[in-house]
């Protein structure tokens, strides 16, 4: 069934995953389009963003945002365009930046909405490398990581949305780049399209062993996205002084308990001590929202100079985006992961 | 027996310990008094420093100073009395803070030495309040901590001289200061002399939950200095954007294996991504030599104000050093551990 101007159809939590997320923790709903009131627009979605932090809101364990409640539509960020207008600032026709989550039609008021203009050339970047995860890569490896020509950069989920942009930024600052991917064909990616100096496949055996081969320096800057082996490999490698911005831990973003020991927290202590190694974990919007203007100009001239490279991976149809966000959550997919819920033109 | 005018007195590291220090891993020899050739002089030390780093420095694993070898002088800050001069820039009389280690006299270039005047008034605060472990308080609470008024800071170690100036300046800030130390009588001191809000024993069967009840709004800063038991009790507390500098982890330093699991590394990095924290190891004089200047003009003026109260547990005799150490690290101490190698009149 594919997007009608008739009906909204709307993704629902229907119940908390336990562990990995399956089909059956997403309920299908159909409801009538609803009517912007006074002051209200009314949004089409045409693109619809899939991230990792989506596993953390169907939880209800404590963390930076609430839980999306059981029966509520599933949140993410759309790009849509504006069908009706009840607001003095808005035009049908119009594309804006928005949060409507998993359905085809929202109301909105206007707030928080960033407008894309009535052409715009490449909307769902807006989704990516212009966007959140951009902005996530920007600020995070320019901030905490503090990147400085000649030093050894570390990658985790390097062709992902924020990964691709870390490792490109920090070619462009000068550093040397080291990717971790899941698979040769995405090493390969990174490598030969992305430009990072090298870049290790995390599926290896011998993975720890190539990834010190490949720092023969030791690791400056670990940007980390991934968690568990992949840190468990950073860890010794790390040089006194090293920052780790602290991004994300998708791979263990299904446990559902703590892993056997011994219990290495305090090695993790040790060594941040002992290496006066600089750990912070941040949340985009509420750490930076004040530098998205710094963002998107620079960002913005990178992307048009060809020196940022961006790869989507679009799926199409609403229907899919359950099983689309479970294959994320597995590293699956292959570049940022939109999904296409109705055609540009239409 | 005492300090002579004929013979030097040295303390050499016996044997590397495994687990808790002995006295056997110390020995005590006994050599002429160096001379000091052209563009040298000869020091003689008064006090001497005891720190929870020279556990550290005692072992050969990896760290952020080279171990102190088999057979050398276990290393130390001292202050100490110019007894001869061949240095156009130094006086005998003069004293100086510098690092003669576990020993009567040494011989110096006047490389690394800060000149204390004829006739200090304190001349063993330059070891405490006003040298290093003031410095380490002040930097990390500071530049790391970055405490603003109204926030909960709590400061493990409350009593030793790095907490007690973190929660003395944390108070002059307008933070609501909370204390970790083991017994009454420590906390006690923490609260009616050093005006902490309050002070937790972490002897206590229910630690934990009186560091709850101590903290009503969660904790913004913690100050660590210990590890273990303690850090365990204040993770779950850690506020968003809570700022946690790494200057000590004394309970662990005598530890031979990691502790049973489950693993806890990755639920501190989870809490360290959700919570936005940061979290900072650092060395003071390696990050922050170029801010002692600050340092010694700020803090110089609290003491003289009478805003910093400064505690010192006075220990006579270097044969005594090995002794005091132990119990250094085994949290006997009360106040910051100095050594009197001689009188101050000799």
Known sequence: MSQSS?????WLLASRPHGAPTTDNFRLETTSIPEPADGQLLLRTIWLSLDPYMRGRMSDAPSYSPP???GAV????TVSRVEKSNHPDYQPGEWV??????????VSDGSGLVKLGTDPEHPSWSLG???MPGFTAYMGLLDIGQPKSGETLVVAAATGPVGATVG????LKGCRVVGVAGGAEKCRHAVEVLGFDQCVDHHAGDFAEQLKQACPQGIDIYYENVGGKVFDAVLPL???AARVPVCGLVSGYNATDLPPGPDRLGLLMGTILKKRIRMQGFIINQDYGYRIAEFQQEMGRWVQEGKIHYREQVTDELENAPQALIGLLEGKNFGKVVIRVANNNL
């Open 74 to 77: 599933m949140v993410g960020g």
């Open 168 to 171: 490109q930024i920090g070619k």
């Open 97 to 106: 930046l928005g949060y409507s989550g998993w359905q085809d039609y929202d």
């Open 129 to 131: 490398v212009l966007g």
């Open 6 to 10: 008739t009906q909204n159809r709307q």
């Open 238 to 240: 790390l040089n006194t």
């Open 68 to 70: 999306v409640e059981i």
